[in-house]
């Protein structure tokens, strides 16, 4: 395991930007309003000296609020704290020494970790004169400038003495990435925690809770599953302005990254116009899909109820082929343990690829069995080639100079699906045009 190094402080003092220069990505929210950050958000960043550290990002810390909102945060801040080789207390050096930083500063001195003060915003008048004052917080400073690279390396000098060495990079198996999607309030973050036993996301009664993509983890049946909680997606135009178009935005780059999307439902409230946009959103991406339907203690007991709900849903998602569909009660713990082999068994379908000759002769069958409807000539599908996967991709050499109606399209598709375990993976068919001239 790599060693791991959390960034703590108290908000808007340029955490995120610090967490997005360390690990030269764009994967934590940055805005000029305080809070924006709330859940912890983990990346990998490279360390001068060689090898990976796993970067933690952290919310805004208000040590002695009682409100909901910053008691969440400060527990998930005591969390990252308490799992980190070395903290980073990010303070504001334009501001000087505030009486918040000097009691994030005691807080971090209980936790007994190793921290060094990284004086932000250095670029600004007085911001590195500045920067000596934090002395005074009992930790070595060092003065940077997150939003333009300033100190960064200097910052990792620090650093290094409390850094364990970096694990040996390994040939291992790829990773999946798997993406917890849906409204808000379904309870996606429930089902995170419940997958990993711990309370890893904030969770609330409070809709929207989540902003920030949140990774995790996790090893089942051999194969590292990077687990991503994302926020509630909304309808477009239904946003509020500021961190919140932010946050659905990184939802949606969360879809794009991960391989397969479990879309979480409540069946309390049973598959709503949302729950299909965000589906579809999921299918435009071209991702795979398992439907995880939560709450599902507050149905009718026996079989009876489920077998309705299931049936409805894949009556409303029926642009989703064959997806399955999984109940569970993510508070309680029930079902939870089969999510993730569902997941991997749609990964393993996702990345598939089909032989040469097993693929044509499924198609061929097919179409000498039901012929496309043409003129005079009836049309000719000459061969037939996996050219992708993640999602799989055909490519069909045909006699047509156009793509044929969508509804013969679906029924090659469904012929390939009874063939091949294909369930929940969307399948992509690329026409091209053959002559059959000289055969």
Request: a positive charge; one cysteine or more.
């Amino acid at each position: 395991m790599p060693p791991t190094l959390a960034l703590v402080g108290r908000p808007n003092v340029g955490k995120s930007t610090l967490f997005n220069r360390l690990t030269r990505s764009r994967r934590s929210l940055t805005h000029n309003l305080p809070g924006v950050t709330r859940d912890r958000v983990i990346g990998e960043a490279r360390r001068p000296s060689g090898g990976v550290v796993l970067v933690v990002d952290t919310g805004g810390l208000v040590p002695e609020a009682e409100a909901l909102m910053p008691r969440l945060v400060r527990e998930q801040v005591l969390i990252a704290v308490r799992g980190a080789d070395a903290v980073v207390l990010v303070t504001d050096g334009s501001e000087g020494v505030v009486p918040q930083d000097e009691e994030v500063a005691t807080l971090l001195r209980r936790a007994d970790r190793p921290v060094v003060v990284a004086a932000n915003k250095a670029d600004r008048r007085l911001g590195e004169l500045g920067a000596g004052e934090f002395t005074r917080l009992g930790f070595p400073v060092v003065a940077v400038s997150a939003e333009h690279g300033l100190g960064i390396g200097e910052l990792w000098e620090a650093l290094d003495p409390y850094l364990p060495p970096s694990d040996v990079e390994t040939d291992a198996p790829p990773e999946l990435a798997v993406a917890i999607v849906g409204r808000p309030n379904v309870g996606k973050s429930s089902l995170l925690n419940a997958l990993l036993g711990e309370e890893r996301a904030l969770v609330s009664e409070v809709p929207g809770t989540t902003r920030d993509t949140v990774d995790s983890l996790v090893t089942v049946q051999g194969r590292v599953v990077r687990l991503v909680d994302t926020a509630g997606i909304r309808r477009r135009g239904r946003t509020d302005q500021g961190p919140e178009v932010l946050s659905v935005v990184m939802a949606h780059k969360a879809i794009e990254r991960a391989q397969v999307c479990l879309v979480v439902l409540d069946a309390g409230e049973g598959v709503t116009a949302q729950d299909t946009h965000v589906a579809g959103d999921v299918v435009e991406a071209g991702r795979a899909v398992v439907v995880v339907i939560n709450k599902a203690d507050l149905l009718d007991p026996g079989r009876a109820a489920r077998e309705t709900l299931a049936t409805r849903v894949l009556e409303r998602l029926k642009f989703i082929k064959g997806t399955p569909v999984h109940f569970i009660s993510a508070q309680r713990g029930v079902g939870v343990g089969r999510v993730l082999p569902l997941a991997l068994k749609v990964g393993e379908a996702f990345s598939r690829r089909l032989g040469t000759g097993e693929l044509n002769r499924v198609l061929h069958s097919a179409w000498e069995h039901h012929p496309p409807p043409g003129g005079r000539r009836p049309e000719r599908l000459y061969y037939a080639a996996q050219i992708g996967s993640a999602p799989p991709r055909i490519a069909l050499f045909t006699s047509f100079k156009r793509e044929p109606h969508f509804s013969y399209m679906r029924y090659l598709e469904n012929s390939l699906r009874e063939a091949f375990p294909f369930d929940g993976v969307p399948i992509r068919f690329i026409m091209r045009a053959k002559s059959g001239k000289g055969d």
